[in-house]
């Protein structure tokens, strides 16, 4: 049980311990996976075998059936975590790809797989990568915003793709394309900040009894996003952490960030509030690659937005920096800013 509180250790060594655990007589001690931390400190989640395993059968329902799964997130965050236990629950242990068309090959029966969105745009690039895809039943895609190019790119090369939306604390994902996996529950409090519930749920925090009592109330998970229902699907409208309030004005970065996008000379964007002594947050444009000169692209903002969401800094990258589990690393971004 040591790998599996917290789960670490090689694939290997963690889907062995995963085995017995699934397979333990009675109902086994919680397992513990760490959060990627891209927005602060990582938490320390206590996920029982219950919720993981009501949560890969959900999947199954929704899709097409148990089946094998391809593994290609690290296994020590939730969304790697999950592939290796929906697969072990239909009976097959999970393939580790390090070549697509040969991992398709070897599979046997309904096969799937989770990305995140940079993961599927560089296989996009490598046509055999995107044929192998294209042969298996469907790709989930979670992680993080999924820009609407992309999905419909990976749809017209035959490419089977599912948006998935959760988190740690919820075994994975939850809400499949807008729609929440059988079970679960969504709801929303007066500000639009998502609460969910459902079989799905963690335990709680190890260690961290006053973090659990925010986080877990009367039964829903409290989370840090916004969003709302639209023609019976869950859309998202981005996390509380997103609003920057500078000089005393709430600016929605993913708002700005969709507007920047639109730009000809720009494609790659990120946008995020950095502490700022003047305004108290500055609004920060991420750009991979040259830019435009910062009046411009406030500029640009201006004439759809508001113009006090415009950004007052931009920061080029050669690439946006990316944790293990393949999210953003806020982090690190906000220190490229000139934050300490």
């Known amino acids: 049980m040591n790998s599996l509180r917290p789960v670490s250790g090689s694939t290997e060594s963690v889907v062995d311990a995963l085995e017995a655990w699934l397979a333990a007589p009675d109902e086994p001690e919680a397992l513990v996976i760490e959060t990627s931390g891209s927005t602060g400190r990582p938490k320390r989640v206590l996920l029982s075998r219950r919720a993981l395993l009501a949560s890969a059968d959900a999947t199954h329902a929704r899709l097409s059936g148990p089946g ?139 260690d961290d009894a006053e973090l659990t009592a925010e986080t877990l109330v009367d039964g829903w998970l409290v989370t840090s996003d916004l969003g709302r229902i639209v023609d019976g699907r869950l859309q998202l409208l ?59 692209l406030r500029d640009w903002v201006g004439a759809t937005l508001d113009r006090g969401w415009a950004p007052r800094q931009v920061v080029s990258v050669d690439e946006f920096p990316l944790l293990d589990n393949g999210k953003l690393d806020r982090m690190e971004l906000r220190r490229r800013a000139g934050v300490a």
């Open 68 to 206: 094998q799964w391809l593994l290609t997130l690290p296994i020590t965050y939730v969304a790697g975590l999950q592939v290796a236990v929906r697969s072990l629950r239909a009976g097959h242990r999970p393939i580790e790809v390090d070549d697509w068309p040969r991992a398709v090959a070897a599979a046997c029966g309904p096969t799937y797989t989770s990305l995140v969105p940079t993961q599927l745009h560089r296989l996009l690039d490598d046509p055999a990568d995107a044929e192998a895809l294209a042969r298996i039943d469907a790709v989930l895609l979670g992680g993080g915003p999924i820009d609407a190019a992309l999905r419909a790119r990976a749809e017209s090369a035959g490419i089977t793709v599912v948006a998935t939306y959760g988190s740690s604390e919820t075994a994975g994902g939850c809400v499949y394309d807008g729609v929440p996996l059988d079970g679960v529950q969504l709801a929303f409090d007066t500000t639009g900040r998502v609460r969910i519930a459902g079989p799905v749920l963690f335990e709680g925090y190890l």
């Open 238 to 296: 981005g996390r509380i952490d997103d609003v920057v309030i500078s000089g005393g004005v709430n600016v929605p970065a993913p708002a700005v960030a969709r507007r920047l996008r639109e730009h000809p000379a720009l494609a790659a964007v990120e946008v995020l509030g950095v502490p700022d002594e003047e305004w108290g947050h500055r609004v920060v444009a991420f750009v991979v690659g040259p830019v435009p000169s910062l009046d411009e």
